[in-house]
């Protein structure tokens, strides 16, 4: 069974829009991390949430954890075309767990 | 900024061969792990390896694939027999702790492995 399923699984918007993706998760976990994968490069990770956190800032993004809905949302404010790109959660459920990955989100941002 | 390095960046090769496919980890990191993301697709445990012992691997890491971190710097995955199936883009990682401590993992940009 998938770990984590981000939804829309492609969204396209606006240059200056709200970006606002989801992501549920199956099991408890210690954290949930999104990462942004450029076409046919690497993944970069973008911002970690720990279980007994409920929000966090970085920059233009602002993530979301809701542990009872199992669930967390990502939100890329005032996007640009840049922003361009494939973003997956992930999640490491013990101490000692590798992160297992959801199938991702394209989001397309228009000029 | 520290990078995880891999090479080669595109590798072509006949079913049945054996390819490695290589990573320099960033060097004060002891977590690594081999992930891989068919196209289009969802990215893909591979194996985790810490200590110099594989820590975890799933189904897909069966006996034709192995790792290795031989001098202390670089980190490989042996594929032995390679199949069409074995096609995808492998992407290696390091992080300084493990996920579960609340580490990110840093990502190399990949090896794009063909079987023809």
């Known amino acids: 069974s998938q770990q984590g399923e981000e939804d829309p699984q492609a969204l396209s918007i606006q240059e200056g829009e709200n970006a606002t993706m989801n992501c549920s998760y199956k099991t408890s976990i210690n954290n949930l991390q999104w990462y942004r994968q450029n076409s046919g490069r690497g993944l970069v990770h973008l911002i970690l949430?720990?279980?007994?956190?409920r929000e966090k800032h970085s920059g233009r993004l602002r993530v979301t954890l809701d542990t009872s809905k199992k669930s967390s949302s990502l939100l890329i404010t005032a996007s640009r075309a840049a922003d361009t790109a494939s973003y997956f959660c992930a999640t490491a459920t013990g101490a000692n767990s590798k992160l297992t990955f959801g199938k991702g989100i394209t989001l397309s941002v228009r000029p | 900024e520290p990078e995880v390095t891999q090479t080669p960046s595109h590798q072509v090769t006949q079913m049945g061969q054996e390819v490695i496919l290589r990573c320099v980890p960033i060097s004060n990191h002891l977590y690594f792990y081999w992930y891989r993301q068919i196209l289009g697709q969802k990215v893909e445990f591979l194996v985790s390896f810490y200590n110099n012992e594989i820590s975890e691997k799933s189904e897909i890491f069966d006996d034709q694939f192995s790792v290795e971190r031989p001098d202390g710097s670089n980190f490989t995955l042996k594929i032995r027999s390679t199949k069409l199936e074995d096609s995808a883009m492998y992407f290696c990682?390091?992080?300084?702790?493990?996920?579960?401590?609340?580490?990110?993992?840093?990502f190399g940009s990949g090896t794009r492995l063909t079987v023809v």
């Open positions: 990682a390091s992080s300084l702790l493990s996920a579960g401590n609340d580490y990110g993992y840093t």
């Open positions: 949430i720990r279980s007994n956190e």
